[in-house]
């Protein structure tokens, strides 16, 4: 017979003085396996409103009030546990949304049916019985399904923590916010929140989203960037010409946009339009923080199968100090077997930036836009026109989108040190203090429009394919993340 033992992740071998007892543990693993199995697709309203049922039910068992907070769209849940007037609040933000997923793509028959899997080797997985963990709770074993990580588990996570602390033992009143639109770039959350400023206030906002380090230590996150993205079609031939005819006559538009991105970063990857890194200074005591972050640069260049990196900061962490120039898509005419002796008629690039908080995203647009003019291109917004064509030697269309803003919090504000002390106190290591993440978490207009300070503390494992086929999360991370919020939980903090 198989013995009742935890195999815990040596990626997680850091201790707490919280522990789960085995049927703790079964019971968040099947909480988990039921939420998941409610297909969450964000742009599907019965999705939202069946994961909002579950929820209002989850959260009443543990005690808590709720209700929906309407917006232009889908409705989003709010829940709180007030215990004292005189505790301090600490407000939570999870989502309950997924994107959308092409179910050819998974290797299991459905995405919203989880599957509980163990490593065999390499990359493969083999399927096990969800009846296994009645003998035995691996904690290497995996669930795959959508949203697994991204971001169901922290909820069951955050609801499991509230069972096994213990109504008694809260230090601080709790208030929950679940957005059903995050994966949609939450468009109406800010003005809900301004809606609902009472309701929603509190002293600290913590943020459960996104994988913790690498490496597999606890980890605080301080901000996050945001992104603005625009496109460029660089005008050739009215129609794609016989290269014979007219290669060395005919512009080719493929070349000169290849020529244009080419002349906005310099070899090393610094972009090189004029006042686009302006406003960023890091200190020293700045650099030192970043540099304690434990990137293993080897590791990360294997993971990417690259052999150097671009230049933009002394090390990982301080390049993502900067707002990006990234191209990612381009197209023309066609390729591979299907490619033609012609030249194209027009060429597309897709570019995001991501942002951080001293870079204004109308500011670098428009730095873009003052650096294609200065190779001589006529900026339009739609497509060219005859007339047009034929008065303009240079011609780009560029369409801009609106994007997300950054956010961040002084690594040194009261809700950085509270955490701090939580997981010391908890886990006798120093968290991972992350000053900035590189990913985008639509949150900068919550958070101004609630005045208060807001700290993400993610939760899952940083290989959990998250937005991709065979999104997964890891056992032990579900256990360390009931242990994490009992750490929050039970740690006083001072009213800030």
């Given amino acids: 017979m198989l013995k009742h033992v935890f195999i815990v992740s040596l990626l997680l071998s850091w201790t707490s003085i919280f522990t789960q007892t085995k049927e703790e543990t079964k019971n968040a693993i099947l909480e988990l396996k039921e939420f998941l199995s409610i297909p969450n697709n964000g742009l599907n309203r019965d999705d939202i409103k069946s994961n909002i049922k579950w929820l209002e039910d989850a959260f009443h068992k543990r005690g808590f009030k709720t209700q929906e907070v309407q917006t232009l769209s889908n409705p989003v849940l709010f829940a709180e546990k007030i215990i004292s007037e005189k505790l301090p609040t600490v407000l939570f933000y999870m989502h309950m949304d997924g994107q959308a997923v092409d179910r050819s793509k998974w290797d299991q028959a459905d995405p919203y049916i989880p599957v509980l899997k163990q490593h065999i080797e390499n990359e493969s997985w083999e399927e096990i019985a969800w009846s296994s963990i009645d003998l035995e709770i691996n904690l290497d074993w995996r669930i795959f399904s959508r949203s697994a990580s991204d971001d169901k588990m922290p909820i069951i996570a955050f609801l499991n923590a509230i069972d096994q602390t213990g109504e008694e033992n809260l230090s601080c009143n709790i208030k929950v916010l679940l957005d059903s639109e995050e994966e949609l770039g939450s468009p109406n959350l800010a003005t809900a929140v301004k809606e609902n400023l009472a309701l929603l206030s509190a002293n600290a906002l913590i943020i459960n989203d996104g994988p913790i380090h690498i490496s597999g230590h606890p980890t605080l996150i301080f901000g996050c960037r945001g992104m603005t993205s625009f496109h460029l079609t660089v005008w050739g031939p009215v129609k794609p010409q016989h290269s014979g005819h007219y290669g060395n006559y005919a512009p080719n538009p493929a070349l000169r946009l290849a020529q244009l991105l080419g002349s906005m970063k310099d070899e090393d990857g610094r972009v090189t339009i004029e006042g686009y890194y302006d406003g960023i200074h890091l200190d020293e005591k700045t650099k ?188 032990s991370y579900l256990v360390n993340a009931m242990k994490t919020f009992k750490a929050i939980f039970t740690t006083p903090l001072d009213k800030m």
């Fill in 288 to 475: 030192a923080i970043l540099a304690s972050v434990p990137d293993n640069p080897e590791k990360i260049h294997q993971l990417l199968q690259i052999n150097t990196p671009e230049k933009v900061g002394a090390n990982y962490q301080e390049s993502l100090q900067y707002p990006s120039l990234n191209i990612r898509g381009l197209r023309s005419a066609w390729v591979g077997a299907q490619a033609r002796t012609i030249v194209p008629d027009n060429a597309v690039a897709a570019v995001d930036i991501r942002l951080v908080p001293e870079s204004d995203p109308d500011r670098l647009i428009g730095l873009v836009r003052k650096h294609i003019e200065s190779k001589g291109y006529s900026i339009l917004d739609t497509e060219p026109t005859k007339e047009q064509r034929l008065a303009h030697p240079r011609l780009v269309t560029m369409t801009a989108r609106g994007g997300v803003l950054p956010f961040r919090t002084d690594l040194d504000a009261p809700i950085g040190k509270w955490l701090n002390t939580a997981i010391k106190n908890n886990y006798n290591e120093d968290p991972i203090n992350i000053r900035i993440m590189g990913g985008t978490v639509p949150m900068a207009p919550f958070i101004k429009a609630l005045e208060v300070p807001a700290v993400i503390v993610p939760m899952v494992n940083a290989d959990n394919n998250q937005h991709s086929p065979n999104e997964n999360v890891k056992l």
